[in-house]
Structures are given as structure tokens and as C-alpha cells.
């Protein structure tokens, strides 16, 4: 009945930061040079893992003490970066995501891989993966066989995917206000979101 993982939630409640210039992305990629742990996901057009466009990048990771979090426009319409921007950045991303040093935490990140792949032009990705629906169903496969669970404020009412982000945040404690979860349903169409809503 104890939560297995004490979570200081002072340490995640940061504003996530729009890279909007080469510089502040350089100053980034500069950091995570020196990193070896860091969270990545990213956030497409649409759901769909072949015809898709990459808006936005998302990279998170502790530093001095804190966890800081980025996002970096993609081909979303408010992106700034020109054809020599892209290639410079492509370059530096490629590197980060071809170190076999660094353990990258995703959510169901074959989607994200798969689209980091494409847009990098990588053949493959070779940063140690560790996926969070995939950890905690080796922690406890047992709740797949739960069928409805029910919260006080009544979210579940309809079932819930015991290994979906949301509910697995929900058993640690975590809780998003729900004005800021962009739902699934949204993700099918994400270019009514400007960056400032997707970060």
C-alpha cells in the first residue's frame, strides 16, 4: 500500500522553455553533451507512425538538482529555423541520439523513435531506451486484468489503460491539471495547438 518511489514533486513542477533560436538550442545541446540520462518524447501531426510530421521535440533531464524540461519546434507553423538551421540542428540531434552512453526514458517510444529516425535521417537509434508502459508492466503485469477503476474524481469512470502515461503518473501521485493534458483525442490533430500549449 506504500508508493515504491518517493517523487519530490518540487523538482518536476518547472516550466517547460521554447528553444526559438540556434543559439539557445546550441546552449542546450552543449548541456546535454555532458548527460547521460535524459527523457525524450515528441509530438507529431497525427498518431500515424508513417505518413506523419514532426511539430515539436521534447527533451527533459536533471540538472543541478532539478529536473529541466525543452521544446524545440519542428516543422510546427511556428517554427523560425531556415534550411542551414535544420541541417546544423539535425547534425547535433543525431549525435546525441547515436551515443550508446546515454538512457533515454520515453513513453511508448517506438512511436517516437520511429519518427526521430525519419526526421534525422538515422538508420538507427542506439541511445539504451527505457520505455515506461514496458517498465511498469514488469513491474506488475497484474493490472492488465483489471478491468475499471474508480478515483474520487471520477476520471475513470469509464475503464482506464493501466499502462497509459496518465495512469501510471496517477498511481505515483502525479496529477496534471487537467487544463493542461492535451488528450489523446487532440493528438490526432495537434496543429490547432501553438508550442506555448504544447509545451
Not at 508508493?3 to 545541446?29: A, C, G
Not at 510546427?76 to 538512457?103: G, S
Not at 474524481?153 to 496529477?175: N, Q, T
Request: charged residues 30%; hydrophobic residues 40%.
Amino acid at each position: 500500500g506504500k508508493n515504491p518511489f518517493y517523487i519530490d514533486l518540487s523538482l518536476i513542477n518547472t516550466k517547460p522553455r521554447v528553444v526559438w533560436d540556434i543559439r539557445d538550442f546550441d546552449k542546450l545541446m552543449d548541456v546535454l553533451e555532458t548527460k547521460n540520462l535524459i527523457c525524450t518524447d515528441v509530438e507529431g501531426d497525427n498518431l500515424s507512425t508513417i505518413t506523419n510530421t514532426m511539430f515539436t521535440l521534447q527533451i527533459g533531464f536533471w540538472h543541478r538538482g532539478k529536473v529541466l524540461s525543452y521544446v524545440i519546434p519542428w516543422r510546427h507553423h511556428q517554427f523560425t529555423w531556415d534550411k542551414r538551421d535544420f541541417a546544423h540542428i539535425k547534425k547535433r540531434l543525431r549525435k546525441l541520439f547515436m551515443r550508446e552512453d546515454v538512457e533515454n526514458v520515453m513513453s511508448f517510444g517506438q512511436f517516437d523513435i520511429g519518427q526521430l529516425c525519419h526526421e534525422l535521417d538515422m538508420d538507427v537509434f542506439l541511445n539504451d531506451i527505457y520505455d515506461i508502459p514496458s517498465a511498469e508492466f514488469a513491474l506488475d503485469e497484474n493490472h492488465k486484468f483489471i478491468k475499471e477503476i474508480y478515483a474520487s474524481s471520477g476520471d475513470w469512470e469509464k475503464g482506464y489503460k493501466p499502462y497509459a502515461l496518465e495512469f501510471v503518473e496517477y498511481r505515483y501521485g502525479i496529477f496534471r491539471p487537467a487544463d493542461m493534458i492535451i488528450g489523446k483525442e487532440d493528438r490526432a490533430n495537434m496543429k490547432k495547438f501553438s508550442i506555448e500549449e504544447i509545451a
